[in-house]
């Protein structure tokens, strides 16, 4: 069964500073997506990044950012310039294998930005 | 103008009760796909539906029975309800793909509470 592990179940950054939360995962697969969601305490799931895992380039969005490594299985998310409104639990998901976009979830990270 | 939309937002009731949740969405998406996520926050697919069509069932009590009358809408009808089933359940869909590289798009969930 496909695996996710996110080994920080939870992080603290100072604002404006810059925080890396990591998952690594286990899968056959050669090609595939990962996400990373973001749920703050209003409870919504948000769609923060998305990485093709056939592209070597590394996905960034604003002050979001991947660093993918294919062999090692690992897709961290950076965080730059850490804002209030990033507290959240993060969730990492790369899609399950033939399942038309089904995705496995890690744990998640229960980032703090503190003032 | 809410993409998936799902109710009711809070759904508290007793053991043995049957209750259903509804989902709809507007953005033209042909699979939906109901996530349960427990108490400590881990996200589980339960059902994937593509075009009405039951794609993905997670192993769920049976007392779960999820029904698509059309491609834009899912709802959850759960039977004989237990104390285990308090969570919040999340609806999601996407466009299908085999590629997967459609992200998920949530509801805001429904937090159900059995006592």
């Known amino acids: 069964a496909q695996t996710v592990t996110q080994s920080q179940p939870e992080m603290s950054v100072q604002e404006a500073e810059t925080v890396t939360l990591s998952c690594t995962y286990d899968t056959s697969e050669s090609n595939y997506y990962l996400f990373w969601y973001k749920q703050p305490p209003s409870r919504q799931m948000i769609l923060v990044i998305r990485q093709e895992a056939y592209k070597q380039q590394n996905a960034t969005e604003n002050r979001f950012s991947v660093n993918f490594q294919k062999a090692a299985k690992s897709f961290s998310l950076k965080i730059s310039d850490s804002q209030l409104g990033d507290t959240a639990m993060y969730f990492c998901?790369?899609?399950?294998?033939?399942?038309?976009?089904?995705?496995?979830f890690g744990k998640g990270t229960k980032l703090s930005v503190k003032p | 103008d809410t993409a998936v939309s799902q109710t009711p937002k809070y759904l508290v009731t007793q053991m043995g009760n049957d209750k259903s949740i509804k989902c709809e969405q507007n953005l033209g998406h042909d699979t939906m796909y109901w996530y349960k996520q427990d108490s400590k926050k881990f996200l589980k697919i339960m059902f994937s539906y593509n075009n009405k069509e039951l794609i993905i069932n997670e192993t769920v009590p049976n007392r779960f029975s999820p029904k698509s009358p059309d491609k834009a809408h899912l709802n959850l009808h759960i039977n004989s309800l237990e104390l285990g089933d308090s969570a919040v359940y999340f609806c999601?869909?996407?466009?299908?793909?085999?590629?997967?590289?459609?992200?998920?798009?949530f509801g805001n969930g429904t937090r159900l509470t059995v006592t």
């Open positions: 999601a869909s996407s466009q299908s793909s085999v590629s997967g590289n459609s992200p998920l798009h």
């Open positions: 998901a790369p899609t399950r294998p033939g399942s038309q976009g089904n995705l496995i």
